[in-house]
DNA sequence: ACGCAAGTTTCACTTTAGTGAAACAATGTT
DNA sequence: AACATTGTTTCACTAAAGTGAAACTTGCGT
């Protein structure tokens, strides 16, 4: 049987694990601004939250796990079309973006 | 001398002279939840706010009218990254996406 | 320590955004 | 009508996203 999901990362340890602690060049660069890096660590914590593994999503939204570590991980950036596709078919929910002047 | 901005469209006047009245299948299909279709009079919107021409749009981010155009009708769907660059660049805004469950 | 499940990375290929130039169309002004 | 401004479209090319398969790595559980 599955397993349960027991150690739901916080967003600080996600991020200090990928990116390193907060103050270094590596996760200061990644996070001046750059809206990337927050679709990546969105998508983890919702997937965790819904408790599914990256195989069970893609499935879900007709991928692959190779995928969507890919984009959790901001090694590749997801056109807004294929994240919509992913919080629709994968959460049921939906992605909402605006702009501020 | 620069022209004043006067006839700003509304966005139903927008929508309907690009994509027909609703009601069509034509602007039934792009509203259906596809989240592009948003994009683009978001930012037509944001530019006429601004009152800026696309010409003058495309300057200050560094690209062509032609480009502009095209992401404003939603004929090429632009990257989060590059409308972080307009948004930013072209208006001194910023923009927003979240993830509703 | 082994084996399984979950996640990451690499390789290779297809599609599409990003881009500019230039032609074209539409709209407004005198 | 002629002209100027603004916006759209086409053509063509380059870089990067989108994608899968399979190999590899990293825990976790017994």
Redesign the interface.
Known sequence: MKTKNKNVMTLEEFKEKNYGKRGTKKRDELEA????F??GV??HQ?RL??GLTQEELAAKVGTTKSYISKIENNIK?A???TL?KI??LG???????????
């Open positions: 601004g750059y809206e990337n927050k679709i969105l998508l919702a939250e819904k950036e056109r807004i079309s919509q919080v629709e959460f049921g929910g939906h992605l909402e973006l605006s702009i501020k002047l």
